[in-house]
């Protein structure tokens, strides 16, 4: 079986959202909480957190973004795709192989890869 006729619908049945929250949860792991005081946030901001808005802590009154900081600020790319070149990482694709994949440049490849070691070989980093 040609493995390149599989991933393309592979990544069109991965969730955005579901894809989002597992990003958040590898730099969030306490989830939403107010990277100052560690305050979880009331339920109702918890929509703002997981949307990447600026978020705001009613305890400390300090307004933040909750990717700010994290390997994921300023990201351009569809969580959905960043989750499925981590498989494909962790799978022991090459970098050429996943360019070929999607429509990542090659600059982007790797520099996820090594964002995704980085994050690997360290403690996750905590929103707080
Ligand atoms: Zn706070």
């Known amino acids: 079986m040609d493995n390149y006729s599989v991933i393309p619908s592979l990544e069109s049945l991965l969730?955005?959202?579901?894809?989002?929250?597992?990003?958040?949860?590898?730099?969030?792991?306490?989830?939403?909480?107010?990277?100052?005081?560690?305050?979880?946030?009331?339920?109702?901001?918890?929509?703002?957190?997981?949307?990447?808005?600026?978020?705001?802590?009613?305890?400390?009154?300090?307004?933040?973004?909750?990717?700010?900081?994290?390997?994921f600020s300023s990201c351009k790319i569809s969580f959905r795709v960043i989750v499925l070149m981590l498989y494909l990482f962790d799978l022991g694709y090459r970098n050429a192989r996943i360019i070929e994949m999607t429509d990542l440049s090659k600059d982007s490849v790797q520099k996820w890869r090594r964002k995704w070691l980085s994050l690997k070989q360290t403690e996750m980093v905590d929103c707080g």
């Open 15 to 71: 969730s955005e959202s579901a894809c989002r929250r597992f990003a958040f949860g590898l730099v969030c792991p306490g989830g939403p909480r107010c990277p100052r005081c560690s305050t979880i946030l009331d339920p109702r901001r918890h929509e703002r957190f997981y949307g990447n808005q600026v978020s705001f802590c009613s305890h400390c009154l300090r307004k933040f973004v909750p990717l700010g900081g994290t390997v």
